[in-house]
């Protein structure tokens, strides 16, 4: 080629995708798979509020409405996307707008109050656009980062910087975590639940806090905390309702098998932990998460045969998946805590005369229950358990499922109380020891 034709295919923007600039490629791969999310939050009164109208007056809407804004990332080309959990904390409603201005209501599926993600899904006629990932050991102290978000409502904006440090401790007051990464890529107030991503268009972390005296300090979480929950999230069991019994991670670059259920279709079938999964069904897997997505859409009394390498030898293991049984939120209530309980609607609000709040009432505490003894009563409303709002009896039966004897939950309540000629309303919280 002579240097004439060169200065040609520079004019008219003629060069190979390679001498474009990586920032922008890693943009235009990402951008299809990031989303704005906004939520409303309701409760709804069966009874006049005489404060309700000085909120009219002073702001322009009832004090029990409200809209938040924030950002999410698609992670499964069926629809599941990640955010913050303090993005769609107490939400009644979930609405998620795509880069081409569609409007989609999401569902909220699971969440981690103290991890601060949740998992949403949105369903479309056509696969959605998603995030890879990046691996464990992304990403390097320096490297560049890329934020996108929806900062105070400006949809989509993209801010560029690099890793300013890793494994810091959060929150500072009450540090929960030590793998924070640093980041000088602005971040503003709506980028929460979006993505941090590398130069190859990669999730190295979810955008979650930015430092509020100082610039160019924001904070994300790191992906590969992000893939753990995203692993247990997107099991088999808690999604399909279809028993594996394998737990799998991924360590020095290699699909690993984690741990084993007794008795599970696995176990019985010989994986073992630390087993190196090199594939099911013919098919390869670059990680924890795909291998999950293949998962959750095989059925009960199918055969997987898992490739597994073990002491340096190959072999194939098949693993025939079994049906679990339908969780009962009602049924889990009352074997762990004593409580008999039955949702609030608003024909029992109004005999009630309680507000219509989003929850199950107490119908029945049974004697020397870890619900009796810390004075839970008929009546009360519980409203949240284990920090999560109550939004389907299957959500809440997948949290209960999980608890262990033992184990502390702590459930949210709203009482109304008749006291002479008013009724006394408030709020409290308790805290119960599963039997």
Partial sequence: MKIRDTILLVMFGALPVFAQDPVVLAIQKALPAVVNISTEQLVQ???????DELFRQFFGTPRD????????VIVDTDGWLITNYHVIRRASRITVTLTDGTQLEAKFVSGDERNDLALLKIDRATPCAVVELASDSEPLLGET?????????FDHTVTKGIISAKNRKWPPEDPKFDDILQTDAAINPGNSGGPLINTRGELVGINTAILSKAEGI????????????????????KRARVWL??????????????????DSPAGRAGLQPHDVITGADDQSFAGVLPLQRYLLHRKAGEVVKFAVERDGKQQVMPVKLTALPKLSAPDLLLQKFGLSVQPVTRELAGALGIALVRGLLIADVQKDSPAQEVGLRRGFVITQVGG????????????????????????????????GGFTLQQTASVTLKAR
């Fill in 145 to 153: 980062v890329i934020a996108i978000g929806n900062p105070f409502g």
């Fill in 245 to 262: 019994g394998l737990r799998f991670a991924r360590e020095a670059g290699k699909l690993i098998v984690a741990s084993v259920q007794p």
């Fill in 45 to 51: 009164r069966t009874t006049r509020d005489p404060f």
């Fill in 388 to 419: 999560e709002e109550l939004e389907s009896y299957d959500r809440l039966a997948e949290q209960l499922a999980d608890t262990k004897p033992g184990d502390l939950v702590s459930m949210g309540l709203f009482i109304s109380e008749r006291r």
């Fill in 65 to 72: 409405g409200g809209q938040s804004l924030g950002s999410g």
């Fill in 218 to 237: 924001g904070f994300a979480i790191p992906a590969k905390r992000v893939g753990n929950l995203l692993g247990a999230w997107l099991s088999p069991e």
